[in-house]
């Protein structure tokens, strides 16, 4: 398997669930707005894996669902009855639909005015601080009782959960005004496979 990625995007999460899952994987980093890059993927966007198919796929919650389901053995993914399913998939569906979301307007604000002006893109990017709070909220209402997203351990929304809750340092109300967030985000600093992949991922 080969993953593409760019430092500092949610590609992350899917190169820590890939350590986690302890198998043979490579790397390679990408600029997303190369044509190169867009041979492999035509958005343009991170991740994207090669796994022997025709073309790679997409997705970092494709992705992060195909590492837990490949290597059920590793438990990244959901526990195994419907119900349990139906969590796991609200938890990520939250990540994917409602948490990475929320910074876009922060880091693309152009793509949400007509007017390029520089004081209409600082009021998008100030307009998206409410909605990163909303979602920094509930996920410090799921970290309360077990310290993990999903179930009392390590999943591959950990992994997600982990890599965008960092995007959030600079914010005027940033992941360590939270008490869960604050203890997630320590625990998760000190693993080994995630240090690995932040000093390999800024290389």
């Known amino acids: ?28 980093k990408v600029d997303p707005r190369s044509d190169k890059y867009r041979a492999i ?3 343009g966007m991170v991740p994207a894996i090669d796994i022997g198919l025709k073309q790679p796929k997409t997705q970092a919650d494709a992705i992060l669902h195909y590492i837990a389901e490949r290597y059920p053995e590793k438990k990244l993914g959901a526990d195994d009855d419907m119900e349990a399913r139906f969590e796991f998939n609200e938890i990520m569906s939250f990540l994917t639909g409602d948490f990475h979301p929320a910074f876009w307007p922060y880091f693309v604000p152009q793509r949400f005015t007509i007017s390029q002006s520089d004081d209409a893109l600082i009021a998008v990017r100030e307009a998206a601080y409410p909605r990163v709070t909303r979602v920094l909220d509930h996920l410090n209402t799921l ?7 999903y179930r009392g351990r390590r999943s591959v929304a950990d992994a997600y959960a982990f890599v965008m809750t960092r995007w959030t340092e ?14 997630f985000m320590e625990r998760m600093s000190v693993d080994p496979s995630v240090q690995h992949v932040l000093t390999q991922s800024n290389l």
């Open 1 to 28: 398997m080969r993953l593409y990625y760019a430092p500092g995007t949610c590609a992350l999460a899917c190169w820590i669930a890939l350590e986690w899952s302890e198998v043979e994987y490579s790397v390679e």
């Open 41 to 43: 993927n035509p958005l």
């Open 170 to 183: 600079k914010f005027p109300n940033s992941w360590k005004n939270y008490e869960y967030i604050s203890g």
């Open 143 to 149: 970290l309360a009782s077990t310290g993990h997203v």
